[in-house]
């Protein structure tokens, strides 16, 4: 299985404020994943990382809110800028294990937004 | 519209009691489906994936079906325990450019002594 961390694990934030969750993982991989998990509501996908490429935002989610950094195949970042209530959420990174085809989680990010 | 639907929302047994878990979909072309389990305040963790001709995949004391004909799925826990206690998510993946994964809301499954 891959080993992911994600760091902070839970964070209480201002609104206006932004975040930045960092995602590493135990090997190199192509794609990261990062998603959003509201209360009560299934993942939804927020973006793909790519490394050395710019990430794929699903619609709905643009880079100015959420932007992404992948500057090498272990890590990636996700910033949630300008936070409001509504941001309060778990993010999760994710990755694929080649091979298996298997989508590995982190732990999650769980932000709350007052 | 592609979508998964799980049954029941949650659920609540004893110790040591059977229970089975629902999910119906809708996604199309079909690639596989995922069963996961997400414990309170922890990423998701892989329990079984199953391709258009596997019907049945055991892990341990969990076993998931898949009748790819009615487009659904089951989770049975056999003798739980109370470590089951989590949420159990149903994914189905999509044969489309990109990343097609399709989730639902989960079964919230609490086990009692």
């Known amino acids: 299985s891959a080993v992911i961390s994600q760091k902070p694990s839970r964070d209480i934030c201002q609104r206006g404020t932004s975040l930045t969750i960092q995602c590493q993982v135990d090997s190199q991989v192509t794609m990261m994943f990062w998603y959003r998990q509201q209360p009560g509501q299934s993942l939804t996908l927020i973006a793909t990382?790519?490394?050395?490429?710019?990430?794929?935002?699903e619609s709905g989610f643009v880079i100015d809110k959420f932007p992404i950094s992948r500057p090498n195949l272990t890590f990636s970042t996700l910033t949630v800028s300008n936070m409001s209530p509504e941001d309060s959420s778990i993010y999760l990174c994710?990755?694929?294990?080649?091979?298996?085809?298997?989508?590995?989680f982190g732990e999650g990010s769980r932000l709350t937004v007052l | 519209k592609n979508q998964v639907e799980q049954s029941p929302q949650s659920l609540i047994i004893l110790e040591g009691k059977n229970c089975t878990l629902q999910c119906n979909y809708t996604v199309s072309p079909f690639s596989n489906l995922r069963w996961y389990k997400q414990d309170t305040g922890r990423g998701p963790v892989s329990l079984t994936i199953m391709t258009f001709s596997e019907n049945t995949k055991s892990n341990g004391r969990y076993t998931a079906t898949l009748d790819a004909d009615t487009k659904q799925s089951s989770l049975h826990i056999t003798a739980s325990q109370l470590s089951d206690s989590a949420s159990y998510i149903c994914v189905v993946s999509a044969h489309q450019a990109g990343t097609a994964l399709i989730f639902g809301k989960g079964t919230t499954l609490s086990v009692s002594s």
């Open positions: 994710s990755v694929y294990r080649s091979g298996t085809g298997e989508l590995f």
């Open positions: 990382a790519n490394q050395g490429s710019e990430a794929t935002y």
